[in-house]
């Protein structure tokens, strides 16, 4: 004749007398109510049992003005934001243990505002406890923290001396142009490898990295090892010794040098390479690089991936770089086999008959040459290629090639589009680099910007480089409908732009992508 | 006759219904008490017939009796047999019985009609019982609990059960004793009814930690609080007169 057990026994079929549960006094102030296990009315047991008896009202947390972390006993120092969960979390795990201790357990937390500078951080807790022949309270119960301030470790080391490093990278490359790291300074954008670095500042030839530790200094080299044809050196130096502990400070410092040969570089191998590499005619283009060498032989279409410590046997340079390329105009375009496919790139062998567009016009001059490039070209396009006939070349290699083989005079290295100056519809992040001050020769400005301008052209027209970078829309971009329709400019597509983060003004993104997508796709 | 309630502790504890058995014709008290203990009960009109001083008496919540009889466990010594049936009154039949559930206290409720005992008595127990106590026996539980003789605490005016008892087993229980019946708690809560008093029909006994809301419904179930002044003053004259004449 439980109370309780009267719907469980009915379930099951059987007849149960009805008990209804009749009252009974407060055996404090003699209410009516019905009987519970201490069998007082609420206000009498809320009035007589305090449950936050013994629960602390007052703690202390330790905060790190400059990074805004606090401090998790014995070391970790955990960021958190104001009133933000984690800041709950951390308050909580502060006073867990005289609360367990006690045996209360706690059914709620929140936050009761306080000025930030008054250095006060207060919660409500709800706790709930057994007492008295098992009768469970729920009170509330405020707490106050106390916040004092503190520099964790790392912001300490940061203002005893700011340029502090412990390890150093030296990326270098030694080719008069600074596409690569260009190329480069996007990859370790997309996938945060200089994230770890103290500074960043660029050097004659290359870039320097600054690190506070060996390890991530040892990772960014990893991952330039897996994605540039590098090899490196280490070195170390010793920068102070405690002789209690017997405890070494050394500074690392990791020279990293990428391999010369870049894209587009014109290459004669040697006799011995060209045997060794199985007969890869003497003169080859260089086509791509990642952390190997992919060498195309122009007329036969062969490729050939050449590793980073095979290079180091021959050791060949570029005969021509991209910055001796001569424009051409397409005259006559024959099609000599079909289309083939070598490492996602479309290659046709065809035969072409072209002049160099400052000959144009004003004589005959017309080579006819074999290109790896008949998908692309058609008559009257123009074309920008390595000008063998007329160039004047300072390379035992080529003198070599030139005597044995029949060497053309064009080698036709891609197609060139008309130059039109407009915005464009994706942007690229920068790193933050400290630039060389005391280096700066004349001109040497203008010389970046139109390198920085040719690279963002090269992105344009080559997807298997946009691939590995990352895009963003560019929200100044305007879209000029009536030029572009008709133009076969390669463009990039918006699939593959990222949409930027920023903080605020959304109406006018949204105005903004409504704009993108009426301009329409352009191939 | 004074009709009163008393606050009393034994050795501290507010539990005086374990240390003493109250009914109409006897009082039964543990020793070990103190005096204070001793000079209320007399003060409530009671003559104290002999101080059990020399033999251990087991502790009281193993017995259960009227005033018609007192029945023992089975683990009661000889002696203490041979010596409360020479303290208490001849009227009294004092009997040992064999029984499983020694702790009689718990499993019998009694007054001088009915009792109401544990499901689980044996059937000999049973008749005993009604034979020596002169009692109807009725097997009960009270709120679900079978210890019937510690959830509930009745006398012949009235009765004072476990507070969790529903309104039909307070009605039913209450046609079984014919006394009227109320939930209630004793000593500040406590729901163990018949350990923390003792009552017979004109006193009772709380423990010290009875509130006064508790003193006022034990007063007002068990009748106990008729005490009109002209009663006193009756008694009083009784003897009055005689000095006079």
Not at chain 1, 88 to 95: A, D, S, V
Not at chain 2, 46 to 56: E, W
């Amino acid at each position: 004749m439980m109370p309780g057990s009267a719907p469980a026994a009915s379930d099951a079929g059987m007849f149960v007398p009805a008990a209804t549960v009749g009252t009974v006094l407060c055996c404090m102030c003699g209410v009516a109510m019905q009987p519970n296990p201490a069998n007082m009315c609420t206000r009498c047991l809320r009035a007589r049992v305090d449950i936050t008896e013994g629960v602390p009202r007052h703690a202390a947390v330790i905060y790190c003005p400059d990074c805004s972390c606090y401090l998790q006993p014995p070391r970790s120092w955990l960021r958190a934001g104001p009133e933000s969960p984690e800041l709950m979390q951390i308050l909580l795990r502060r006073i867990n243990r005289p609360l367990a201790r006690l045996r209360v357990s706690l059914s709620g937390a929140e936050f009761v505002f306080s000025e930030p500078h008054s250095k006060r951080l207060r919660l409500k807790l709800r706790l709930r406890r057994e007492v008295l022949h098992g009768v469970v309270l729920e009170q509330t119960h405020p707490v106050e923290f106390v916040v004092h301030d503190r520099l964790c470790d790392s912001c300490s080391r940061a203002q005893a001396n700011p340029d502090q490093w412990v390890a150093v990278v030296q990326l270098r490359q030694h080719v008069p142009h600074r596409r690569t790291f260009l190329y480069l300074e996007q990859l370790l954008i997309k996938h945060g490898q200089a994230s770890l670095a103290i500074r960043v500042a660029a050097a004659p030839g290359g870039l320097d990295f600054f690190f506070g530790s060996r390890s991530h200094a040892a990772r960014l080299v990893d991952f330039l090892n897996t994605v540039a044809p590098i090899s490196t050196q280490t070195a170390k130096q010793l920068v102070s010794h405690d002789t209690k502990s017997s405890v070494y400070n050394y500074k690392y410092t990791f020279s990293v040098e990428i391999c010369p040969i870049c894209r587009e570089d014109l290459i004669a191998l040697s006799p011995q390479a060209s045997r060794d590499l199985g007969g890869l005619g003497p003169l080859v283009l260089c086509v791509k690089v990642t952390n190997s060498i992919a060498l195309l032989d122009p007329l036969t279409l062969r490729v050939h991936h050449l590793e980073e410590k095979k290079y180091r046997v021959y050791n060949f340079k570029a005969a021509l770089t991209s910055k001796q390329l001569v424009e051409y105009i397409v005259l006559d375009i024959e099609q000599e086999s079909p289309e083939i496919s070598i490492d996602g790139s479309r290659y046709q062998l065809a035969f072409a008959q072209v002049a160099r567009v400052s000959d144009f016009g004003k004589n005959d001059t017309i080579f006819t040459v074999r290109t790896h490039l008949g998908h692309l070209l058609n008559p009257g396009d123009h074309a920008l290629g390595y000008d063998l006939y007329g160039a004047n070349l300072n390379d035992d290699d080529m003198d070599t090639a030139m005597t044995r083989h029949n060497l053309p005079e064009v080698i036709l290295v891609k197609k060139s589009y008309e130059k039109k100056p407009r915005t464009r519809r994706w942007k690229l992040k920068r790193l933050p680099l400290e630039e060389d001050a005391g280096n700066k020769a004349k001109g040497e400005e203008e010389r970046r910007l139109d390198e920085y301008e040719a690279f963002l052209k090269d992105l344009e027209q080559d997807a298997g480089m946009r691939f590995n970078i990352n895009l963003y829309k560019n929200e100044d971009y305007r879209s000029e409908m009536a030029s572009t329709i008709g133009d076969d400019v390669p463009t990039v597509p918006l699939e593959e732009l990222i949409e930027d983060l920023t903080l605020g003004d959304d109406e006018e993104e949204d105005e903004e992508e409504a704009g993108n997508t009426q301009a329409g796709m352009v191939e | 006759m004074l009709l009163k309630v008393g606050c009393i502790q034994f050795e501290n504890n507010c539990e005086v219904g374990v240390f003493s058995k109250l009914t109409n014709a006897y009082c039964l008290v543990a020793i070990g008490g103190s005096e204070n203990f001793y000079r209320l009960a007399s003060l409530l009109g009671f003559t104290i017939l002999s101080y059990c001083v020399d033999l251990i008496l087991t502790i009281l919540i193993d017995d259960s009796g009227n005033k018609n009889g007192l029945l023992l466990p089975h683990t009661t010594t000889d002696q203490e047999l041979q010596h409360l049936r020479n303290c208490l009154p001849d009227q009294v039949v004092v009997q040992r019985i064999d029984e499983r559930l020694s702790a009689l206290g718990n499993c019998v409720a009694c007054n001088d009609h009915v009792a109401l005992t544990h499901p689980d008595l044996d059937k000999e127990t049973e008749e005993l019982i009604a034979d020596v106590l002169g009692v109807e026996v009725f097997r009960q539980t009270i709120a679900g609990n079978i210890l019937v003789g510690s959830y509930c605490a009745f006398s012949n005016r009235g009765g004072l059960v476990h507070p969790h008892t529903s309104i039909e087993d307070l009605d039913e229980l209450s046609t079984l004793l014919q006394v009227p019946l109320v939930a209630g708690t004793v000593n500040r809560g406590s729901e163990v009814i018949a350990a923390g008093m003792t009552v017979n029909d004109w006193t009772a006994f709380c423990g010290s930690d009875t509130t006064a809301t508790e003193l006022s419904v034990i007063e007002s179930v068990y009748k106990l609080r008729e005490g009109q002044p002209t009663a006193i003053v009756d008694d009083m004259r009784k003897s009055l007169i005689d000095s006079y004449v």
